[in-house]
């Protein structure tokens, strides 16, 4: 079969723009479609491309003419869902093409795409499940029963068998088909320090369940770590890219096996940069390990601090402390490794604490401080808790940068204080 596989473009909609002419929380980040490059290693015997539109914005049309495929699956997060249902209709008008939709939305939302523009969703890791559903086609077979698979059946709900994800679901006897963005990758760089960057997954899920996250429904509640010999040999097919983003949610999730990868990139000689996501909590109760890794080429980290008060956190679900966070920055400038610090800030948020988040960051300087906006995802707990209060439901405003729920300060001034924490948090980086 012909296979096409869509990275959707940036998109998204700004309601501090529309509305207050604030154009400064614009934060576009191209990185190479993993999930995608993912999927394509698994379909060995099928003629597979990647249309990568956060790259070339117009390029699926000339695919969709070019190779006529027989399928076309797109990956989504909440922001790109809509313009995704576009791109499907566009796809089975121009070629009738079969269309599968998959990604962190569809796993945690799988109903909104039970649309007349979609014919399958995959719902959690589509490594395996979407080889099946593709193989299932290939025969003839169009009412295939995979676990991990819906049919849609627009104006009626979806029924499907859920996926209870394991390792071999990771199938990594098979790489990532990097080659196929190719002409893409001059452009997946690290503006920071002017390099290529390349993506490698050493993990999937996270043991942990923060009732704002989309994460959890990926792999089902699971933590499964990528094999070792298998992240080494994916570094290596990434050639001399000196930058290696882990694009885990949580690459140090088992400790243990983080110190193995460890140890393994140092025997194999590999001398790069790496960039990584890890808990504050993990930095406290294992400062060697990230002393290893500091030697073998850590040059970042990446933590969702995301309040700075205990109670907040709690909300949240976080399962750490104030004091844990505090703690972590301190451990990490010790080892002189780079803080990439996430923050949310709740629409519920007055003067006082905005002003109490400014002075708390000046005590505990991160190097760059990134900022979202509290976003009751649909699909997780956040939104069951908060549902009554969403105000917004087009989920083009669903980019971490908007309050779709009625904000406590008047919306203009939340936003200039939003803008103003990114603004200084850009000006004092050190990267």
Known sequence: MQILLVNPPNCGRSIPEEQYGITSLKQIFRGEPLALETLAGNLHGHDVAIADLKTDPQC?????????????????????????????GQAKETCGALTVAGGSHASNDPEFFNHPAMDFVVIGLGKKSFRELVDALDSGNLQPEIPGIAKTT???????????????????????????VAPHRAHYTLKSLGLELGFVASAHGCPFDCDFCCIAPITG???????????????????????????DANTFGNPEHAAKLAQAIQDAGIRKHFLADVR????????????????????????GFEEISDQALATMNKSNCAEMNREAVAILHEIGITIVGDYIVSPDYDERDFDQLERYLSDNP???????????LPGTPLHARMKERITIHDLDYYTLTNA?????????????????????????ARL
């Open 280 to 303: 504050s909590d993990t930095v406290v109760q294992h400062p060697n390990l990230l002393r290893k890794w500091k030697e073998i080429g850590l040059r970042a980290v990446i933590i």
């Open 366 to 376: 991160v190097d760059l401080p990134i900022f979202t906006v509290l976003t009751p």
């Open 60 to 88: 699926l049309q000339r695919a969709l003419e070019d190779l006529r495929p027989d399928v076309v699956g797109f990956t989504a997060v909440t922001c790109e869902a809509n313009t995704v249902l576009r791109l499907a």
């Open 404 to 428: 779709v729920v009625p904000t406590r300060l008047k919306e203009k001034i939340f936003y200039e204080r939003y803008a103003g924490l990114i603004q200084a948090g850009h000006a004092n």
């Open 221 to 247: 509640g699971r933590y499964l770590t990528q094999s070792i010999d298998a992240v080494i040999r994916d570094i290596g097919l990434l050639g001399d890219i000196p930058v290696i983003r882990l694009v």
């Open 154 to 180: 627009p104006h009626a709900p979806m029924f499907w068998t859920p996926r209870v994800f394991t390792q071999a679901d990771l199938v990594e006897e098979h790489p990532p088909r990097y080659d196929l």
